[in-house]
């Protein structure tokens, strides 16, 4: 009979069958191609379904033993799960795993839990812990400036079902925090650090705030709550400059616009407006955030296409409302990003500026467009280019003032 190509002795060549099978049979060819289809199928199916990783109690606990020197092979004596008792006793009645060890986290005999929460929320608003060492509140950390006071919240919260919200009224409504920044000459002296609470708190906003604030003054503000992480302006190339092996798309319309706590955030190239006013890149857990000034943070504010953009629909909406009173525009912005009206002499410099500009953008009307065509949200192109422009610079200063990044 007739031999394969190639075989000399009539043995079928190696590999040969399974070839035939792969490429040229058909029908083989036909069950790979839906083999492979429905197999992609499959992985389309699995990978919408999100996971976790979840752990589960061993019907016996394993036995449990300290180590001589740390040596795994050099058991010493036994130990059992429980807490230490110089901060409460784990009690009897409580299961001894992770379900017994978070009742006893939030049991209102064990009011360490509350303590540090109730600390860390006293910090966000006025700028330093009852207890300075957010992190540390055992021997080495700072003891409270006020005890009575920082237990007194812990069983308020407690007693309250742990309502954060109810928490942070209660110290915004208090007379504390209420108090005016300012303080005379001899309280600062004796006080500096504003340790004995004798006057309002004064810090600068978190880089969250700080760009939220504009986009909720200027209206551009998304509020919803929930959903996917978004991608808002951002200077191009920065991944691919990173190394990150990514690129970033932006987002577009209403999601640009979202809080900053939905902001995307790739840890190895954060977005850089944040980092300018100290947020973290978040590779490790912090507990409390340096605040810096620089003048980078006065160039994101003038130039950031973000902060520029809710400088033009502040200005836009602005212009509308007074389209013939110039000091009317200037105290609604003042109003709307610092919380108070300004002075006459505030108010003379604005004006004065505001002249300035119009008469420049009133000469170069390429500058204007170009001023106000950034950001993606539609502009009113009816408008005076040159009153809309010099608003919108007027707007962005106002920006610039420290009452706008500051709490006093």
Request: glycine share 6%; with cysteine.
């Amino acid at each position: 009979g007739d031999q394969p190509a190639g075989s000399e002795t009539g043995a079928p060549l190696e590999g040969s069958f399974p070839y035939f099978l792969a490429r040229e049979y058909e029908p083989t060819r036909a069950a790979s191609a839906e083999l492979q289809q429905l197999r992609a199928q499959e992985n389309a199916l699995i990978n919408d379904v999100p996971e976790i990783m979840t752990m589960q109690e061993m019907p016996q606990a394993r036995p449990t033993f300290v180590l001589k020197r740390g040596a795994y092979d050099a058991p010493g004596d036994p130990v059992e799960r429980t807490t230490p008792a110089s901060i409460g006793v784990f009690p009897a009645s409580a299961p001894r795993n992770r379900l017994g060890l978070a009742r006893w986290m939030i049991d209102r005999q064990n009011p360490l839990t509350a303590r540090v929460a109730v600390n860390r929320i006293w910090k966000m608003h006025f700028g330093r812990g009852l207890v300075a060492t957010l992190d540390d509140f055992g021997s080495q950390g700072k003891l409270p400036t006020h005890p009575e006071l920082l237990d007194w919240l812990a069983g308020w919260f407690m007693d309250r079902g742990w309502d954060v919200k109810a928490l942070h009224q209660l110290i915004v409504s208090s007379a504390t925090y209420r108090q005016s920044s300012q303080a005379a000459p001899e309280v600062l002296a004796r006080d500096p650090d504003n340790l004995l609470l004798a006057r309002g708190p004064k810090q600068r906003l978190p880089a969250e705030q700080i760009r939220d604030g504009a986009l909720a003054a200027s209206g551009l503000l998304n509020r919803t709550v929930g959903g996917p992480s978004v991608k808002p302006y951002q200077p191009a190339g920065l991944w691919e400059a990173s190394g990150t092996g990514k690129s970033y798309t932006q987002d577009h319309g209403d999601k640009l616009y979202r809080r900053s706590l939905y902001t995307f955030w790739r840890r190895t190239a954060p977005p850089p407006a944040m980092l300018t006013f100290d947020a973290l890149s978040r590779e490790v857990c912090t507990a409390k955030r340096e605040t810096t000034t620089t003048p980078l943070q006065a160039l994101v504010l003038m130039n950031d296409p973000q902060f520029m953009e809710a400088a033009r629909v502040l200005g836009e909406r602005l212009l509308k409302e007074y389209p013939d009173d110039v000091d009317a525009r200037t105290r609604e912005a003042f109003r709307a990003l610092t919380g108070r009206a300004p002075d006459a002499k505030e108010i003379a410099v604005l004006r004065q500026l505001f002249e300035e500009q119009r008469n420049f953008y009133g000469k170069e009307s390429g500058a204007a467009d170009k001023l106000l065509a950034t950001g993606e949200s539609k502009w009113d192109e009816s408008l005076p280019h040159a009153d809309f422009a010099a608003t919108t610079m007027l707007v962005s200063t106002i920006m610039n003032f420290d009452e706008f990044i500051m709490v006093r």
